[in-house]
């Protein structure tokens, strides 16, 4: 067990400060606090240009996601027969498909409106790039819950795709023919990689800021005078 000294009065030195922790766990929380402090995990104030519309998509693709996974949820606990034969199987169904819809719309969009923005500016490439990533993986995991609608369509889809995959080489160990593969696939795995990625993502977004627009001092002097106007 690691012991430390207690603080000095007036204050300690950063030389000082970095010596104060010896284990794993306090390097670690120290390098959390020091890269993402509390007021920038959850901030109290946002800039004037996050008014802007394009804006809300991110948030939009979060919330879809968010009912995709617990609509997800509740479809692979009651199994196929639930949701073709119950009435309320079929509302869960529904909601979790056009929860899908939503969250590949708004994420087109956001991707789209932050490509347009340069949104890697100001050492946020890594942050693009999560989101590029999330954005294929989503591809992946739609594509594989198509398989799984357990009708003539998801058969017929299933089947094609199998001679596409064969002819590529990878058929051997992602058989779309294999139903039980499928739903180790689309509820457990490709979620996962969605998830933290996205989770991964949005941390990024709190260490290096919302990324403002290319005119962000213009567009935020408009915003704070128009706001001085209208409180007068």
Same mark, same amino acid.
């Given at each position: 067990?690691?012991?430390?000294? @207690?603080?000095?009065?007036?204050?300690?030195?950063?030389?000082?400060?970095?010596?104060?922790?010896?284990?794993?766990?306090?390097?670690?929380?120290?390098?959390?606090?020091?890269?993402?402090?509390?007021?920038?995990?959850?901030?109290?104030?946002?800039?004037?240009?996050?008014?802007?519309?394009?804006?809300?998509?991110?948030?939009?693709?979060?919330?879809?996601?968010?009912?995709? =996974?617990?609509?997800?949820?509740?479809?692979?606990?009651?199994? @196929?027969?639930?949701?073709?034969?119950?009435?309320?199987?079929?509302?869960?169904?529904?909601?979790?498909?056009?929860?899908?819809?939503?969250?590949?719309?708004?994420?087109?969009?956001?991707?789209?409106?932050?490509?347009?923005?340069?949104?890697?500016?100001?050492?946020?490439?890594?942050?693009?790039?999560?989101?590029?990533?999330?954005?294929?993986?989503?591809?992946?995991?739609?594509?594989?819950?198509?398989?799984?609608?357990?009708?003539?369509?998801?058969?017929? #889809?299933?089947?094609?795709?199998?001679?596409?995959?064969? $002819?590529?080489?990878?058929?051997?160990?992602?058989?779309?023919?294999?139903?039980?593969?499928?739903?180790?696939?689309?509820?457990?795995?490709?979620?996962?990689?969605?998830?933290? =990625?996205? $989770?991964?993502?949005? #941390?990024?977004?709190?260490v290096h800021g919302v990324v403002s627009p #290319?005119?962000? $001092?213009?567009?935020?002097?408009?915003?704070?005078?128009?706001?001085?106007?209208?409180?007068?």
């Amino acid at each position: 067990m690691t012991t430390t000294e @207690p603080p000095k009065a007036g204050g300690a030195s950063e030389e000082e400060d970095s010596e104060q922790f010896t284990t794993w766990t306090g390097k670690t929380r120290r390098w959390v606090l020091k890269v993402l402090p509390p007021e920038k995990l959850l901030p109290e104030d946002q800039p004037s240009y996050v008014a802007s519309w394009i804006y809300v998509f991110g948030m939009g693709t979060l919330a879809s996601l968010a009912i995709v =996974i617990i609509s997800g949820l509740v479809l692979s606990l009651n199994g @196929p027969s639930w949701w073709h034969l119950s009435a309320l199987g079929h509302f869960v169904n529904s909601t979790h498909l056009w929860s899908v819809e939503f969250f590949f719309l708004f994420m087109v969009v956001h991707l789209w409106g932050k490509y347009w923005m340069a949104a890697w500016r100001g050492g946020r490439v890594l942050t693009w790039i999560t989101g590029v990533v999330a954005f294929a993986i989503s591809i992946a995991a739609a594509f594989t819950g198509y398989l799984l609608q357990t009708n003539f369509e998801s058969e017929w #889809i299933s089947f094609e795709a199998k001679d596409a995959l064969n $002819a590529s080489g990878i058929g051997a160990w992602f058989n779309v023919a294999n139903l039980g593969q499928m739903f180790t696939w689309h509820i457990i795995l490709l979620p996962l990689g969605v998830a933290a =990625i996205a $989770a991964f993502h949005v #941390i990024l977004v709190r260490v290096h800021g919302v990324v403002s627009p #290319i005119d962000a $001092a213009e567009t935020d002097a408009q915003l704070r005078d128009a706001k001085g106007v209208a409180s007068e």
